[in-house]
DNA sequence: ATAACATTCAAACGTTCGTTTGATACCTGG
DNA sequence: CCAGGTATCAAACGAACGTTTGAATGTTAT
């Protein structure tokens, strides 16, 4: 290689490069849909330079989601820690714990410059991914920030169930990983102008609203229906 | 063949077999995971019956969503029909509402047997499925059960702003989508025992609790951030 | 019985897949 | 200047893919 362009250029810059074109051909065709010829056509690298810099095919789609997945969830517990720091003996709202959750996807989200939204509709799909490997991953890089959130909700909810608590959990994550998948098919629905691009602001107090209304629902007739069963 | 199993062979065994053994497939492995040698030879049909019988792979898709969704959005249709018709000139309340979309797929949900259940994850995933083919077709099948839905949540939130109700709708096929499709997932959350399968009445009474109290949440602060916009 | 039709079957079609190879260019430390 | 490690490259590997073919078989109607 030229011997100025080669100065100019960044330490793992094929690896990155790599990376980003993952990132965004993934998320168009799935893994399995995006053959390894268009990736690194897409990336501007050799096809060998995969297997080179990481090994497989398999390896490369756990390094995309390493790459922003672990900083992320990081961030989600630091949020937390400052949040419960903040309130001192006092348990937080839970409207903030939900918030602090929320904040490193939404964040994401809105940086769409650099492939950040697009790794998040990656990842809101990957939960329901058909390949067993990528959904174990998916599960492992998440489990330490879900432990901890886990705990906090069951602080800051005291009176809420234990099961009742995982369930309405379950739906939470269901409800950020769809809205955050499915960001074309909003407009199905709504029939709403596709230039209503999502406003992070504007979704959290949203989201936010819905999720809090929702962990915190009276528990209605499943006393009873458990009861009856 | 012989004429004696001929004789006791239903019209259309083969496609029935290749639809069974695509949808039992398409779910553990997805589309593209999924090889016409594979499910032809878990069908125990010849590898051409598919392209015989559907046209192609991408037609057999099709025929498998449509086998199922089409009777479950009529018959979602009727529910909401026959609960407007009990009303009378009231509003129903938004829990029956949500209760009336709910019905079909929880039913299917508890028919493991059949493959119902089955095709309730299949089609929680395809939702976000990469292909846009497959992502239009689900959003085609769907429009007219949608479009009901949306008039009717209309009619019972008249005091919610539409923009909002169209979100709030797109929160609640999430949470209902992500919830089937991720059956597996819950455990990884919850730590819960996998022999607690789903009791379709149970997870209807906490689904109705969620989804009502996040469709009746307050406004909060979004007026404010909308305002300050 | 026989012609016409519907279905099944084994075999092969051309293409594309993920991966590997061995040669070549590059930078770096001695 | 040159040996040694790192990275890139064109080319090829065998395997698996969806689909097509044409013969064989079974069913139905005349």
Not at 1 to 12: D, E, F, G, I, Y
Not at 208 to 228: D, I, Q, S
């Given at each position: 290689?030229?011997?100025?362009?080669?100065?100019?250029?960044?330490?793992h810059e094929t690896r990155t490069r790599i990376l980003d074109a993952a990132e965004a051909l993934f998320m168009q065709h799935g893994f399995e849909g995006t053959s390894m010829r268009l990736l690194t056509a897409q990336a501007g690298v050799n096809l060998a330079a995969v297997n080179y810099h990481f090994g497989s095919k398999d390896a490369l789609i756990e390094a995309v989601f390493r790459r922003r997945?672990?900083?992320?969830?990081?961030?989600?517990?630091?949020?937390?820690?400052?949040?419960?720091?903040?309130?001192?003996?006092?348990?937080?709202?839970?409207?903030?714990?939900?918030?602090?959750?929320?904040?490193?996807?939404?964040?994401?989200?809105?940086?769409?410059?650099?492939g950040?939204?697009n790794f998040?509709r990656l990842?809101?799909r990957a939960?329901?991914e058909?390949s067993?490997?990528v959904?174990?991953?998916?599960?492992?890089?998440?489990?330490?920030?879900?432990?901890?959130?886990?705990?906090?909700?069951?602080?800051?909810?005291?009176?809420?169930?234990?099961?009742?608590?995982?369930?309405?959990?379950?739906?939470?994550?269901?409800?950020?990983?769809?809205?955050?998948?499915?960001?074309?098919?909003?407009?199905?629905?709504?029939?709403?102008?596709?230039?209503?691009?999502?406003?992070?602001?504007?979704?959290?107090?949203?989201?936010?609203?819905?999720?809090?209304?929702?962990?915190?629902?009276?528990?209605?007739?499943?006393?009873?229906?458990?009861?009856?069963?």
């Amino acid at each position: 290689m030229n011997p100025a362009l080669r100065a100019l250029k960044p330490p793992h810059e094929t690896r990155t490069r790599i990376l980003d074109a993952a990132e965004a051909l993934f998320m168009q065709h799935g893994f399995e849909g995006t053959s390894m010829r268009l990736l690194t056509a897409q990336a501007g690298v050799n096809l060998a330079a995969v297997n080179y810099h990481f090994g497989s095919k398999d390896a490369l789609i756990e390094a995309v989601f390493r790459r922003r997945l672990d900083p992320m969830n990081a961030e989600r517990i630091a949020e937390l820690d400052r949040l419960e720091k903040s309130a001192g003996a006092m348990a937080p709202a839970p409207a903030d714990v939900i918030r602090a959750f929320l904040r490193a996807s939404l964040l994401m989200i809105e940086d769409a410059k650099s492939g950040g939204r697009n790794f998040i509709r990656l990842l809101g799909r990957a939960y329901t991914e058909p390949s067993k490997p990528v959904r174990l991953l998916i599960g492992q890089l998440y489990a330490p920030a879900m432990e901890r959130y886990k705990a906090a909700f069951e602080r800051v909810l005291p009176e809420l169930p234990r099961d009742e608590l995982v369930w309405r959990l379950h739906f939470m994550f269901g409800t950020l990983a769809y809205t955050l998948a499915a960001t074309d098919t909003v407009h199905l629905i709504a029939g709403c102008k596709p230039e209503d691009r999502y406003d992070a602001k504007l979704l959290e107090e949203r989201l936010t609203a819905f999720l809090e209304a929702g962990l915190l629902a009276p528990l209605r007739g499943v006393c009873a229906v458990r009861k009856a069963a």
